[in-house]
């Protein structure tokens, strides 16, 4: 790993001593499975070799939570554990999606639970988006709770009419008589080598629309308390997990019924020089850009949003408003990219405490992320791009 990286880390873990990260050994490694028909829905991303989840080698923790009981978990084993815990709660809780009953998920988020409750509330379903939220938005509005995974978010658009036009609308129309209950939730982003359909970034496509709820983790302790938030909302709520992110942080989670309220965004570095807003992956790009600024005698404030729709505007303006100066730094395309509107709400509502114009860092305006190693890395914004940036911003 290297140095700039670990300090990064550190610098986080620091700050909060729950965090720990794993080395690069452990991630970045796409593969597909033997078990698996070969093909473009069957390719398979463990970011982590077997051996390597059960030992984790390489992994260094500072943890100190006092006598409060925690746990250590990844991403994906938060998510697997929020799923769990919400199905054991409420019986009318049940997970649809495909492969995601005996094969437990292609990333493992649901392993177990097919064993544990059955195949009434673990459903394979067939490659068809568009029937399984479909079916999801008919089992809700008949007092079952579904969680529906698209097993990539890049598959998730045949699927964009039962979302938006009747998931998202449901309430509206029937003037509040009916709601529909149900999670999507699937993987998004880039940086694993996953080319054109295993990689795109679709937050921008539903954060648009009224009466849909996205939320978008970082962290582990996020990805649970969200998770089993959203399980437990009343309307329809796309939960984005980046892929990357599913093995590359362990943090400390405590035990029990461990709630984040959806909306409010986190400052997850305080600072004073200027503001960084980003979510997923990018949080913890930004966080390390922040330390190589720090190190440069420039103070930046990182704020998680976590979620985009509803979005925290009062912890947006409140850090633009104390620093002066503000960027904004997404995954997806920069055009029309969920940055903008971020952009267009600093720029109308805290016009007068600017010190510099508003800045984003975002991928270019190409049809979709490259397979191959370079063009990957160009199309990806990366600590290096992001730091780079910062500088400006601050010297202006």
Same mark, same amino acid.
């Given at each position: 790993m290297p140095s700039s990286s670990l300090s990064w880390q550190q610098g986080l873990a620091g700050r909060n001593p729950a965090i720990s990260f794993l080395t690069s050994a452990e991630n970045e490694m796409p593969t597909t499975s033997p078990g698996l028909v070969p093909g473009v829905r069957t390719l398979l991303f463990t970011l982590a070799p077997p051996?390597?989840?059960? /030992? &984790?080698?390489?992994?260094? /923790?500072?943890?100190? $939570?006092?006598?409060? &009981?925690?746990a250590e978990m990844r991403m994906i084993e938060a998510v $697997? %554990? %929020?799923?769990t815990e919400e199905m054991e709660r409420d019986e009318r809780v049940l997970v649809m999606g495909e492969d995601v009953g005996r094969k437990g998920g292609v990333f493992g988020a649901t392993d177990g639970l097919y064993a544990k409750f059955g195949e009434a509330r673990v459903l394979d379903m067939p490659l068809a988006e568009s029937g399984i939220v479909g079916i999801a938005i008919g089992a809700a509005l008949n007092g079952l709770i579904p969680i529906a995974e698209i097993q990539f978010a890049d598959f998730?658009?045949? !699927?964009?009419?039962?979302?938006? *036009?009747?998931?998202? $609308?449901?309430?509206? $129309? *029937? #003037?509040?008589?009916?709601?529909?209950?149900? =999670?999507?939730?699937t993987p998004f982003g880039g940086g694993v080598h996953g080319g054109l359909y295993h990689s795109q970034s679709i937050e921008a496509f539903y954060a648009h629309v009224p009466g849909l709820k996205v939320v978008v983790p970082s962290m582990p302790a996020d990805a649970k308390g969200l998770l089993k938030s959203a399980i437990r909302d009343p309307d329809p709520v796309l939960f984005l997990e980046h &892929? &990357? @992110?599913?093995? @590359?942080?362990?943090?400390?989670?405590?035990?029990?019924?461990h709630l984040v309220p959806i909306g409010p965004a986190v400052v997850r570095r305080e600072g004073t020089k200027l503001s960084c807003f980003a979510w997923g992956l990018m949080t913890h790009y930004c966080l390390q850009a922040a330390e190589q600024l720090d190190a440069e005698g420039v103070s930046v404030e990182i704020v998680d949003l976590r979620c985009l729709a509803p979005l925290d505007r009062d912890t947006i303006l409140?850090? =633009?408003?104390k620093t002066g100066k503000a960027m904004i730094v997404h995954e997806d395309n920069i055009t029309g990219g969920?940055? !903008?509107?971020? %952009? %267009?709400?600093? *720029?109308?509502?805290?016009?007068d405490s600017l010190d510099g114009p508003v800045?984003?860092?975002a991928a270019p305006d190409i049809p979709a992320m490259p397979f191959n190693a370079p063009q990957e890395d160009?199309?990806?914004? #990366?600590?290096?791009?992001?730091a780079e940036a910062m500088r400006k911003l601050a010297a202006y």
């Open positions: 051996e390597v989840q059960s /030992t &984790k080698p390489g992994r260094w /923790t500072m943890c100190g $939570r006092g006598i409060e &009981k925690v $697997r %554990a %929020a799923i998730i658009h045949p !699927a964009f009419d039962q979302i938006v *036009s009747e998931a998202a $609308r449901t309430r509206y $129309r *029937s #003037n509040g008589d009916w709601s529909v209950p149900i =999670v999507i939730r &892929k &990357k @992110l599913y093995r @590359l942080v362990a943090e400390d989670i405590p035990d029990g019924d409140e850090s =633009v408003r969920f940055g !903008a509107e971020v %952009a %267009a709400i600093i *720029s109308e509502h805290a016009f800045m984003r860092v160009f199309f990806m914004p #990366n600590p290096e791009k992001i």
